[in-house]
């Protein structure tokens, strides 16, 4: 070892080598301890990011303004799917509370079905379509339109219509909800929709807080945590659209 330092230091300037300790924040603790199997002594490195793993708490309790916490097991799949089911509820509820309106346009010699224009509500908030020929009165379709691609929504029409009336059913966001694009905005999936939309971001108490401390604890899930990594992923991806269910796995 003596040699390959010579050598190292020959191209770069460091200096003296020294014990295991603190690097990037983690204790590297090199310790002897008995093989639980062959009850020999063996040596091993412990990560220690204890000290670290403190303040992560300290950081959460203070923006969340909580005392003492719980004890909560590590929120993996048998938690995501009761709260789901949670999602679904709370999903439920809100669209109970919505009031449907109507959106009509009309077109002139059509060959193809319609979607909104520049003047009409954004696809994001658009239920159900209705197509109808206006000289007699024939329903053409009557469909969900959440979920259709582009290609379903404006295919060619059965047969050429002189006067055609598109009817959208929609629904405009709750308070406190959000919605992307224009009046040429295409529909989101249903399980885009699902994600995004189940909670209400505004009532989430860690909504403001979460990219605070989720990035603090990945950096230490990344040392020496890897049980953690899971978990603290799964929250992190939900960070733009965090709601009420992810201040529960959270905690």
Not at 119 to 130: D, E, L, T, Y
Not at 203 to 220: D, F, W
């Amino acid at each position: 070892m003596p040699k390959a330092w010579e050598i190292i230091r020959a191209g770069l300037k460091i200096g003296d080598t020294g014990p295991l300790g603190l690097y990037l924040g983690c204790y590297h603790d090199e310790k002897v301890k008995r093989h639980p199997v062959t009850g020999k002594e063996v040596r091993v490195l412990e990560y220690n990011m204890e000290s670290f793993l403190e303040q992560c708490v300290d950081r959460y309790r203070q923006l969340a303004s909580v005392g003492k916490l719980r004890e909560a097991g590590t929120p993996f799949f048998d938690d995501r799917v009761a709260l789901a089911e949670h999602r679904k509820e709370v999903r439920q509820g809100a669209a109970k509370q919505q009031v449907e309106e109507q959106w009509v346009r009309t077109d002139a010699n059509a060959k193809a079905f319609r979607m909104t224009t520049s003047k009409g509500p954004p696809w994001s908030w658009v239920q159900r379509r209705i197509t109808e020929d206006a000289a007699t009165g024939e329903v053409l379709e009557d469909v969900p339109v959440q979920g259709m691609s582009e290609t379903q929504l404006q295919r060619p029409l059965p047969r050429p219509v002189e006067k055609l009336r598109t009817t959208l059913i929609y629904c405009k966001p709750l308070d406190g909800e959000t919605t992307s694009g224009g009046g040429d905005a295409m529909p989101a999936p249903d399980m885009a929709a699902a994600a995004g939309n189940a909670g209400q971001p505004g009532k989430a108490e860690m909504h403001p807080y979460a990219a605070r401390v989720l990035m603090k604890i990945l950096y230490g899930a990344r040392m020496a945590r890897h049980d953690l990594l899971k978990a603290v992923n799964d929250l992190a991806c939900r960070i733009t659209q965090w709601d009420e269910v992810c201040d529960r796995l959270s905690h």
